[in-house]
C-alpha cells in the first residue's frame, strides 16, 4: 500500500494546524507541512516541536513558492536548523535565487516538476539544468503538473525515464489550465495510471486536490485509481478503461 | 566545414554541392532568430506561434512569404484575436510578400478540431492542412508549451489508436498516419487544379513547379518518416518496445523526434542508411538544390509567378524547372523501388495500396 497524505496547504489556506489536524483525522500515514508563502514559513517552524506528529510515517516541508533574496537566506539558515529531522523539504525550483545555499540540503532538498506557467523546471530537459545545479537534489514528481504541460503523458515519461532515481515523493491532484488545483477527474484517473510502475510502492503520495473534511477519503481512493500498484496492461488502457471505471466507480 | 546535420553528412559522403540548400537553410536560421526576437513580447503558455513553409522546412529564400499560424490551446481569451491581429502587423513588416490567400495561415487555430477531428466530416479540408503540416513542415517561433503538447496529442492519436500498428501488421508502419498522409499529398494535387480554376491560371507555373519539388518533398519525407519505424526495428524489438510499461510513450516520443526534422533532413537520413543508393541521392538532392537555387534567384521567381500556362511549353525557364521535377522523381522511383533497402515492398504495401 503507498503511503498516501495532505498538503496542509490543499485542506487549509495558510493554515497547517488546521491543515494537519484534518490529515491525523483521516488516518493518513503521511503529511506536508506547507508553507507556501513567506510569512508562513517561520510560524510553522517555531511550532514544530509543539505539533503532534506521531503516527506519521513520511513528514515533508514545503518551502515558500516565492522568496525575497533575503528572505531566501534566512529560510535557508532556519531550515538547516531542522535538518535532523530528516524531513525533505521540498521547493519549487523558480524559487531558487542561490543556488549554492540549498546545494547544502542535499538529498533532502526535493525539487519539484513546474506547471507550465512557469518558465524552468516543466519538462525532464529543464529538470535536468537545476540538477546539474543541485546534484544530490531529489526529485517532488508533481503528477498533476506534468500532466498539464503534458496531457498525453510523454513528459511523466522521460521525467521518470531521466530523474526517477531521484523520486523521493509524489504530488498528486488535477492542475487546471488556469493552473489551478483541483479534485482528481475521471481525465486524471484514465490517463495518470501510464506513470504508476515508475513510481515504487514505497513512495508517499501527497494529495493537493482542495478537499473537505468529509471528501478526503474519496479522493485517497481517486489517488489510489490514479497510481495503481498493479500495472494496468496496455490493452486495457485508453477508452477500454473509461468503460470499466464508469462501470466500477459510478459517480467517481 | 563540420558535417552535423543528416543533409551535410550526405552532402559529404556524395562530394556533392548544394550550396542553394545551404544557402536556404542559413536563411531560414537567420528569420528564425529575427522572428524569435521580434515575437518575444507575445509569449504565452497556452499559444505558440508557429511558422509553416518553406521558412519551417529550412528552404527559405529571399521571395518567399511567412506562413504562420497563432496556435491556441488553453481556455478562450477574447484577446486572442488582438494578439494575433498584432502578430499580422508585425509579419507584414518582415515579410516579402502576404501570407497565402486560402486563410489556412495567418490566423488563429485551435487545437481541439487539430486532436479530435481527424476524419469525418468535420475534418475539413483547412483542418488537415493545418495539422499535417504542423506535424510535417512547422517551427514554434518563440515558446513552444502549446505546439509540444498539441504536437504530442496528435501524435497519440494516431499512434496509439493504430491496432494494428501496435499488435498485429507484420510491418511496422503507423497506417492510420501514412493513410492521412497519401490523403493530404492527392489533396494537394487536387486543389492544384481547383486553383487554376479558381484563380484563372494565375499563378499555375511556380504552383506547378512547387507541387512537383516541395510539396512532393512533403509527401516522401511523410512516408519515410513513416517507413523509418520498420527500417529502425526488427520484430523482436518492435514487440518488446510495444510491450513495455512506457510503450505508449516511447513510441510517441521515437516520432516526435522524427518530425522535429525537416522535409530534407528526414530524407538525407533514409539515404544515409543506403550507400548503394547515392545515385538515387545525387538525383533527388542535386535536382532540389537546383530547384531552390531558381526560386532564389528574384528574376527567375517572379517570371515563374507571372507566366502564362498557354506559354508554358515554348519557355526555357519553366522547362528547365520542369526538367529538374523530371530527374527528381526519377531518382525518387529508383529510392522507393529499390528491392535490396526493402523500400520496394514498403512502397507496394503502404504507398500503393
New interface residues.
Given amino acids: 500500500m503507498r503511503p498516501i497524505g495532505f498538503s496542509t496547504g490543499a485542506l487549509a489556506h495558510a493554515d497547517f494546524r488546521r491543515g494537519l489536524a484534518m490529515t491525523r483525522a483521516a488516518g493518513c500515514p503521511a503529511v506536508e507541512l506547507s508553507a507556501l508563502r513567506q510569512p508562513e514559513l517561520f510560524p510553522m517552524l517555531d511550532a514544530l516541536d509543539s505539533l503532534d506528529l506521531t503516527g506519521f510515517q513520511y513528514i515533508s516541508i514545503h518551502a515558500p513558492s516565492q522568496m525575497t533574496p533575503e528572505f531566501e537566506q534566512a529560510a535557508c539558515e532556519r531550515l538547516l536548523a531542522e535538518r535532523w529531522r530528516n524531513w525533505p523539504i521540498v521547493i519549487h525550483p523558480d524559487a531558487i535565487t542561490a543556488f549554492a545555499l540549498w546545494r547544502r540540503f542535499g538529498s533532502l532538498l526535493c525539487v519539484e516538476n513546474m506547471d507550465?506557467?512557469k518558465a524552468i523546471g516543466?519538462t525532464a530537459r529543464e529538470l535536468n539544468l537545476i540538477f546539474q545545479q543541485l546534484p544530490e537534489a531529489s526529485l517532488c514528481f508533481d503528477i498533476g503538473h506534468v500532466r498539464q504541460?503534458?496531457?498525453?503523458?510523454?513528459?511523466?515519461?522521460?521525467i521518470l525515464?531521466d530523474h526517477g532515481a531521484r523520486l523521493r515523493q509524489v504530488h498528486i491532484s488535477e492542475v487546471s489550465?488556469?493552473n489551478r488545483h483541483n479534485r482528481l477527474s475521471m481525465l486524471s484517473i484514465m490517463a495518470m495510471p501510464?506513470a504508476a510502475?515508475?513510481i515504487p510502492a514505497d513512495v508517499p503520495l501527497i494529495i493537493e486536490s482542495p478537499v473537505t473534511q468529509a471528501e478526503m477519503a474519496d479522493e485517497i481512493g481517486r489517488a489510489r485509481r490514479a497510481l495503481p500498484l498493479e500495472?494496468v496492461p496496455?490493452h486495457e488502457?485508453?477508452d477500454a478503461r473509461i468503460d470499466s471505471c464508469a462501470v466500477c466507480h459510478p459517480g467517481a | 566545414m563540420t558535417a552535423s546535420t543528416a543533409l551535410e553528412r550526405l552532402e559529404s559522403q556524395l562530394n556533392g554541392n548544394w550550396a542553394h540548400l545551404r544557402e536556404a537553410r542559413r536563411r531560414a536560421d537567420e528569420m528564425q532568430q529575427r522572428l524569435l526576437s521580434e515575437f518575444a513580447e507575445f509569449e504565452r503558455?497556452?499559444s505558440s506561434i508557429v511558422v509553416s513553409g518553406s521558412l519551417a522546412r529550412g528552404e527559405f529564400t529571399a521571395g518567399s512569404d511567412i506562413d504562420w499560424t497563432l496556435l491556441i490551446d488553453?481556455?478562450a481569451d477574447p484577446w486572442h484575436a488582438g494578439l494575433a491581429r498584432r502578430i499580422a502587423q508585425k509579419v507584414k513588416l518582415i515579410a516579402a510578400k502576404d501570407t497565402g490567400a486560402e486563410g489556412t495561415f495567418g490566423v488563429m487555430v485551435f487545437s481541439h478540431d487539430l486532436v479530435h477531428q481527424i476524419g469525418g466530416q468535420d475534418d475539413t479540408n483547412q483542418n488537415t492542412t493545418r495539422r499535417l503540416l504542423l506535424l510535417l513542415e512547422s517551427r514554434p517561433a518563440g515558446r513552444d508549451?502549446a505546439y509540444?503538447?498539441v504536437i504530442?496529442?496528435i501524435?497519440?492519436r494516431y499512434l496509439?489508436?493504430d491496432r494494428g500498428f501496435?499488435r498485429g501488421s507484420p510491418f511496422r508502419v503507423p497506417r492510420f498516419l501514412q493513410n492521412d498522409f497519401a490523403r493530404y499529398w492527392r489533396t494537394i494535387a487536387v486543389d492544384f487544379a481547383y486553383k487554376l480554376r479558381d484563380r484563372s491560371g494565375k499563378g499555375w507555373a511556380i504552383r506547378s513547379a512547387k507541387l512537383r519539388m516541395s510539396r512532393k518533398m512533403i509527401y516522401v519525407s511523410s512516408l519515410l518518416a513513416c517507413y523509418r519505424c520498420h527500417l529502425d526495428h526488427d520484430a523482436q524489438t518492435w514487440k518488446k518496445l510495444?510491450?513495455s510499461?512506457?510503450?505508449?510513450?516511447?513510441i510517441?516520443?521515437y516520432f516526435?523526434n522524427i518530425f522535429r526534422q525537416t522535409p530534407l533532413e528526414i530524407t538525407a537520413g533514409v539515404l544515409l542508411q543506403f550507400p548503394h543508393l547515392a545515385g538515387s541521392a545525387h538525383k533527388i538532392l542535386g535536382a532540389y538544390d537546383e530547384f531552390l537555387g531558381l526560386l532564389a534567384d528574384g528574376r527567375t521567381r517572379e517570371h515563374l509567378e507571372t507566366l502564362p500556362e498557354d506559354d508554358a511549353d515554348r519557355d526555357p525557364t519553366y522547362q528547365k524547372a520542369r526538367q529538374l521535377s523530371h530527374r527528381f522523381r526519377d531518382g525518387l522511383l529508383e529510392f522507393f523501388f529499390d528491392k535490396e533497402s526493402g523500400l520496394d515492398e514498403l512502397t507496394r504495401n503502404y504507398g500503393v495500396f
Wanted: hydrophobic residues 25%.
Fill in positions: 507550465k506557467r516543466r504541460v503534458d496531457p498525453t503523458m510523454t513528459e511523466s515519461y522521460l525515464r489550465t488556469n501510464a510502475h515508475r500495472p496496455l488502457q485508453g | 503558455d497556452d488553453g481556455a508549451d509540444a503538447r504530442r496529442s501524435l497519440s496509439l489508436e501496435l510495444v510491450d510499461d512506457d510503450g505508449k510513450s516511447r510517441v516520443e516526435e
